[in-house]
């Protein structure tokens, strides 16, 4: 078949190959792999020699990669964590985009374009990449925590604001040409805009909150897991898609509305599950496809202009947002978090200043700019969060955090002859329990809140984050501990906190859990002296009991 028909196999084969191929390279050098994602992108390009992919398809891929992401991140924020970050995340979302867009205004001056050019390109600098957000979030388990639910709250504030700004973009390229438009039909537009967006929310929240747990549980009685599968991705993209087609919602917004009405059952943990595949997959297509916009001669042609950009984004906005979530009274490590996620922009940047081209309310080069922008301040992101981190970890001379976020000061344990559970999850808690009935001394290692809640009142010394960092790792006098229970289903991380324990304690009692034969092979070879497969230990009870006694009895109630 001709090369030409097939542009979309062409976009996702070349994409997901290339970005393999550089991302391997970029984890081999001990960089982030997107960095290795956005030179795919470059390479695949139209600005580049060889194979070049159609931007469009690739844009429109990386859309489904945002939908499944912020479908992802509702599961796991309520109605009560974005209200409880909301008396920051509102004000401070608001004045980051002020003074961001005032800065990208004073560059437009300077480059001696007009004010209202100014104003759109401040604005595409000002709102950060849902994405490379959450992913670094995610990265640093710090997503559940206090501080990633206010950077999450922050960004959708910032997505709101970003569809208002859409949708007045061209009423204010009329009220700024010759003819002008009436003020009251600027006003008009605007409260069309909140209603649809109210109604929508209401929508999601009143009639969302009955229809979408409905559906998924009758779904589960099926005991069909393709079904089920089928079920979340209908529900993440159909919703956004009608969020954005008859509200005027973008579609991130909409699968997280979707998202967050879902993690309410106890479905949600099954759901996210389901997604997480697709999910990554379309995520790296994003990162292909903000590489491939990019003409890479801007950096000869205009770099001290790139390099204002990319100060505003990666510095100015960082320290705006630093200011502001101090102001509110929130500790350092908070504020350096909330500044980090945010230095960097991304996918609704691209849409403002190709609208603002579109209505020619800014130059072309205007373009060049923000795709150079972005490209940089992605790339810098991970080494802003590293820095900012070292920084924020340095609480000395700092007020003590507020009580829903612990503090990230590790004070080695005092404790010896002790269990060490990493993860409190469902398995955890229960391994907890049982530990704590027979009287033994607990170490606990949690990323999520509700778990390091969860076991401070199971009576458990806790370190709040990572297991896999080297930081906790020493911290836990691995050396004198008697066991070492992992827990955790990711199986990249359990194998390094393995690796890392056996090294640290040659004679350590290491039991894992494991979700396929090929897990327990890895594991084995990196220490572990007991690893559990789910499907193994369920076969083995269930013929245990059946060779015990094959007498009818009353159903087994827990």
Do not use: C
């Not at 374009?113 to 604005?123: D, H, K, N, R, S």
């Not at 670094?136 to 959708?156: K, M, N, P, S």
């Not at 991970?382 to 003590?400: D, Q």
């Amino acid at each position: 078949m001709p090369e030409h028909q097939t542009p979309l196999i062409a976009a996702i084969a070349a994409g997901l190959m290339l970005a393999f191929i550089f991302g391997l390279i970029a984890h081999r050098l001990r960089i982030q792999p997107l960095v290795g994602y956005l030179v795919a992108g470059v390479l695949v390009g139209p600005y580049t020699p060889g194979f070049t992919a159609d931007p469009a398809l690739a844009a429109e891929l990386a859309e489904i990669g945002v939908i499944l992401l912020m479908f992802g991140v509702g599961l796991h924020f309520s109605l009560k964590d974005l209200l409880s970050v909301a008396r920051i995340a509102i004000p401070g979302a608001i004045g980051q985009i002020a003074v961001a867009t005032l800065m990208g205004a004073g560059l437009s001056w300077a480059l001696g374009w007009t004010p209202i050019a100014g104003f759109v390109f401040g604005l595409a600098l000002s709102v950060a990449s849902t994405v490379v957000l959450i992913r670094a979030l995610q990265d640093r388990h710090i997503l559940e925590t206090h501080r990633g639910r206010i950077a999450v709250g922050w960004l959708v504030v910032e997505d709101l604001a970003m569809v208002l700004a859409l949708v007045l973009l061209p009423a204010l390229a009329v009220a700024t040409a010759d003819n002008g438009v009436p003020a009251t039909r600027i006003a008009f537009t605007l409260l069309i805009t909140l209603a649809k967006v109210s109604i929508f929310v209401a929508i999601m929240l009143i009639v969302g909150r009955r229809v979408i747990p409905w559906l998924m549980h009758h779904t589960a009685r099926t005991g069909s897991r393709e079904l089920f599968r089928l079920a979340v991705y209908a529900i993440a993209l159909g919703v956004a898609y009608g969020a954005a087609h008859l509200f005027g919602v973008s579609f991130a917004l909409g699968a997280f509305f979707a998202g967050m009405v879902l993690g309410e059952t106890d479905l949600s943990q099954r759901a996210a599950e389901e997604a997480i595949p697709l999910r990554d997959a379309f995520a790296v297509l994003f990162f292909v496809s903000v590489g491939m916009l990019l003409n890479p001669m801007v950096f000869v042609d205009a770099p001290l202009a790139v390099l204002g950009t990319v100060a505003i984004i990666v510095i100015g906005k960082s320290a705006a947002a630093y200011l502001i979530v101090r102001a509110f009274g929130r500790s350092r490590s908070t504020a350096f978090t909330v500044s980090a996620s945010l230095a960097q922009i991304g996918e609704f940047s691209f849409i403002l200043i190709g609208l603002g081209i579109d209505l020619d309310m800014v130059p072309k080069e205007a373009r060049d700019l923000v795709l150079a922008g972005a490209i940089v301040s992605i790339m810098v992101n991970p080494f802003v969060f590293t820095l900012l981190e070292r920084l924020g970890g340095n609480k000395s001379a700092e007020p003590k955090d507020t009580p829903d976020e612990p503090s990230t000061t590790l004070v080695p344990t005092t404790l010896s002859g002790h269990d060490i559970v990493i993860g409190y999850g469902r398995v955890g808690s229960l391994i907890g329990a049982g530990l704590r009935g027979d009287g033994a001394r607990m170490i606990v290692v949690e990323a999520s809140d509700a778990g390091v809640a969860r076991a401070r009142s199971d009576g458990a010394e806790v370190f709040a984050g990572n297991a896999a960092e080297p930081a906790i790792i020493a911290a836990l006098n691995l050396a004198g501990a008697r066991r070492l229970y992992v827990t955790i289903p990711e199986a990249f991380e359990a194998g390094q906190i393995v690796q890392q324990a056996r090294a640290a304690n040659p004679t350590l009692d290491i039991l894992a859990r494991a979700h396929s034969s090929a897990t327990v092979e890895h594991f084995e070879k990196l220490g572990a002296n007991l690893i559990v497969l789910g499907e193994t230990e369920i076969a083995h009870r269930m013929l245990e009991r059946g060779q015990a006694d094959t007498s009818p009895r009353p159903a087994y109630r827990p």
